[in-house]
């Protein structure tokens, strides 16, 4: 009886493990993806929308760390940069973060990074 009680706790062990992995969890991204996606964004001419005062704005800034450097982002509150907030008026440009690709899709809100490559094909 001991001998299956050990081998039950035991085979119960492993399973609970099966699934763990030092493998990313699906959807986050390794530093040197999010460069390449972010350099690839830029080289495709996606554009973001955003402003200084959204946060959702702020957390696709973050998700790009430094890589954000790539992105072509264009600030449309007009307290920052009239000029900018002059563009997103000219795009229709309704919420922030919005991101517009050069087929004319657009992605309204915050975006996975996942997402946003497969939106832009990177």
């Known amino acids: 009886m001991r001998t299956i009680t050990f081998g039950l706790?035991?085979?119960?062990?492993?399973?609970?493990?099966?699934?763990c992995s030092t493998d990313p969890v699906d959807g986050e991204m390794s530093s040197e993806d999010i460069t390449v996606l972010a350099q690839c964004l830029g080289e495709k001419d996606v554009?973001?929308?955003?402003?200084?005062?959204?946060?959702?704005?702020?957390?696709?800034?973050?998700?790009?760390?430094?890589?954000?450097?790539?992105i072509n982002y264009i600030e449309c509150n007009p307290n920052v940069d009239l000029d900018s907030a002059r563009k997103c008026q000219a795009a229709?440009?309704?919420g922030v973060p919005t991101w517009k690709f050069p087929d004319g899709t657009e992605k309204v809100g915050e975006t996975s990074l996942p997402e946003l490559a497969e939106a832009a094909g990177c």
Do not use: E, P
């Not at 554009?47 to 790539?70: E, P, R, T, V």
């Open 92 to 94: 229709g440009i309704n």
């Open 47 to 70: 554009l973001m929308y955003g402003s200084i005062g959204c946060g959702h704005c702020q957390n696709q800034k973050d998700a790009f760390g430094d890589s954000f450097q790539y």
């Open 9 to 19: 706790l035991l085979s119960l062990l492993l399973v609970s493990f099966a699934g």
